[in-house]
């Protein structure tokens, strides 16, 4: 008998068990190949005998001595899966020489420190970055400095030019104190000091530093997302609707907008997303015309108000970005229905368009005429030439690791991820009948481009209002648990 054939069925049940219970791995991060590869792609369209420059994000304080959790930018994400702050990345077109060294990129990490690191958790430092990141050549944060690399040998010297609120005064070789020494380097306090067009340092560093087309090099790569990515950001939309349902069967007209914020938390945390990659914005009523409001502090969404919930999950660094808009007594009213079906049918005809060869513009354009329309006909515009402003925002928007993320926003591709996201916003007071005041849609759905069309990768979410009215009606194991009751 052979066991191990007996055995594989059984430990395969197992598996496919576990998964389910889990319904992700926790392991799939991107892996070193992913960004080495990302590197190469960016060394293949930079400038000749050039070299581009990454830093880390910064760590921003909270107060005293507590600062935000870290996030790292994600362009020093994306070519390194580096996720500490106070590093820098140099990529260079060629092949460097260094006595024997040769070398095509650098990174300058932060360093090992015992006594930080009983308080925030290990540090990869150098050896850490070679062995699971797979840099060659890896050096400490503080040896940047005295580094002898002569930036004057470049054409051109990519980088994104700085914010000025980098400052960590605890750590001496900070995110601060590399920008600082770059700076030095390059000469580049020369461009803000002086402007004699017949100094000769001053038009030298002018032609060499280029502060602008990093943006769009970075761009035509993270625009378009690999198998990997996709992966990932799969996952992290998937989670995100799912949330969006949860809270449809919980939703009842005592929850406050925090209460709905945080059903939302709690299933994506459940499901292994890390945080949220924006702000939740959850309004009802009236807040809900305010496009990015995140005090969500109103204590209780009341009768017949609309909730609006723009909510998105982030999954290893990748953010969905779903909302959906509901009835918080689980049944539109007639005024919020005939509103929620425009944008409903300015969404859809969107989702249609976006195809191979489309773009952002066209379908921006074909929302806005189904909502002019939709508007004219009940009356709260005079006609659909009209201006007004119930329809202030673009319809779509890349996905990624940023939310907003860099495109070159050009025509749709295969394998992008965009959003489509049309809205009409009636605030208080709005030049319309008052019937219509505090009401507030967006739809935001996140498609993806493939060669046999859109695919809403978001429709996990009830989308019409039907659906959401009957998935309103189902049961909620998040209602099920009392808490105690605090003075
Ligand atoms: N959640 C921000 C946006 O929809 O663009
Ligand atoms: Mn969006
Ligand atoms: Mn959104």
Not at 34 to 39: E, G, I, P
Not at 317 to 330: F, K, L, Q, W
Not at 406 to 413: C, P, Q, S, V
Not at 462 to 467: D, K, Y
């Amino acid at each position: 008998m052979n066991f191990r054939k007996l055995l594989f069925p059984i430990f395969s049940l197992f598996l496919l068990n576990v998964l389910a219970q889990n319904n992700y791995l926790p392991e799939d991060y991107l892996t070193k190949e992913f960004h080495k590869d990302r590197r190469e792609k960016l060394r293949k369209i930079l400038p000749k005998n050039s070299v581009a420059v990454f830093f880390a994000n910064a760590v921003r304080n909270r107060a005293n001595d507590v600062d935000f959790v870290y996030h790292q930018d994600p362009n020093f994400y994306y070519l390194t899966g580096y996720k500490e702050p106070h590093a820098l990345l140099l990529v260079f077109k060629d092949v460097q020489t260094i006595g024997n060294k040769k070398y095509n990129e650098l990174i300058f990490v932060q360093e090992r420190n015992e006594l930080a690191e009983i308080w925030t958790g290990k540090r990869l430092g150098i050896e850490g970055v070679q062995d699971e990141l797979g840099f060659r050549i890896v050096y400490n944060g503080s040896e940047f400095l005295s580094y002898d690399i002569d930036f004057s040998k470049f054409d051109k010297i990519l980088f994104k030019n700085f914010k000025n609120d980098v400052r960590d005064t605890t750590n001496e070789a900070d995110l601060f104190s590399l920008i600082e020494s770059f700076k030095s380097k390059v000469s580049f306090d020369l461009l803000t000091i002086t402007n004699t067009t017949n100094d000769k340092i001053y038009n030298e560093t002018k032609r060499r530093i280029d502060t602008k087309s990093l943006y769009s090099l970075m761009a035509s790569l993270r625009e378009i997302k690999t198998s990997d990515e996709l992966v990932l950001l799969k996952k992290a939309i998937e989670i995100s609707a799912v949330g969006q349902l949860e809270i449809m069967k919980a939703m009842h007209p005592n929850m406050s907008e925090t209460e709905v914020q945080g059903v939302h938390e709690f299933v994506y945390k459940k499901y292994g997303a890390e945080y949220e990659g924006y702000p939740s914005i959850v309004g009802a009523g009236n807040n809900g015309c305010i496009l990015h409001y995140v005090d969500n502090n109103k204590t209780i969404t009341g009768d017949n108000n609309l909730i609006l919930m723009d909510l998105g999950a982030e999954y290893h660094g990748y953010t969905a970005d779903v909302t959906r808009t509901i009835p918080s007594n689980g049944k539109f009213t007639m005024e919020q229905k005939l509103i929620y079906d425009i944008v409903y049918e300015a969404q859809e005809a969107s989702i249609l368009k976006t195809k191979i060869g489309g773009n952002f513009i066209k379908n921006h354009q074909l929302t806005q005429k189904i909502i002019n329309k939709g508007l004219s006909e009940l009356g709260i515009i005079n006609s659909e030439d009209s201006p007004h402003t119930y329809y202030p925002h673009g319809s779509s928007h890349h996905i990624g690791l940023d939310v907003h993320d860099l495109g070159t926003y050009e025509t749709f591709k295969e394998n992008m991820v965009i959003t489509v996201e049309p809205g009409i916003y009636i605030p208080e007071g709005s030049p319309c009948d008052e019937k219509w005041w505090g009401i507030a849609v967006r739809i935001e759905d996140d498609i993806l481009v493939t060669k046999k069309g859109p695919v809403n990768l978001s429709a996990i979410a009830p989308r019409t209002s039907e659906e959401i009215e009957d998935a309103m009606k189902l049961p909620s194991v998040l209602n099920d648990f009392n808490l105690p009751k605090l003075d």
